[in-house]
């Protein structure tokens, strides 16, 4: 089993930045990839970043390219979600998730919410 928490939600300007972050404990050594989700209100949950177990390998949804930068640090069993120049678009409940096996794991949520 693993656990994941996440931080670093709020409300932010348009434009502005947010670091979201997403603690692991449990059996963190089965931990593979590691992604960020997000769904907006009446919308589906949709994958915008990944990245490998070596943190070597990173993907992105067209949505969020050039503007967020997924990292890990395997240390800490954290993954992070750097979000710059954000648009009211990208309000939504962010989800951590992590994958050991043929087993996947998330987050309670956090929160974003951009205002123009």
């Known amino acids: 089993q693993v656990q994941l928490v996440e931080s670093g939600g709020g409300l932010v300007q348009a434009g502005g930045s947010l670091r979201l972050s997403c603690a692991a404990s449990?059996?963190?050594?089965?931990?593979?990839?590691m992604g960020w989700y997000r769904q907006a209100p009446g919308k589906q949950r949709e994958l915008i970043a990944s990245?490998?177990?070596?943190?070597?390998?990173?993907n992105y949804a067209n949505s969020v390219k050039g503007r967020v930068t997924i990292s890990r640090d395997n240390a800490k069993n954290t993954v992070y979600l750097q979000m710059n120049s954000l648009k009211p678009e990208d309000t939504a409940v962010y989800y951590c998730?992590?994958?050991?096996?043929?087993?996947?794991?998330w987050g309670q949520g956090t929160q974003v919410t951009v205002s123009s």
């Open positions: 998730n992590v994958l050991t096996g043929n087993l996947g794991y």
């Open positions: 449990g059996s963190t050594f089965s931990i593979l990839a």
């Open positions: 990245i490998s177990s070596s943190g070597t390998t990173t």
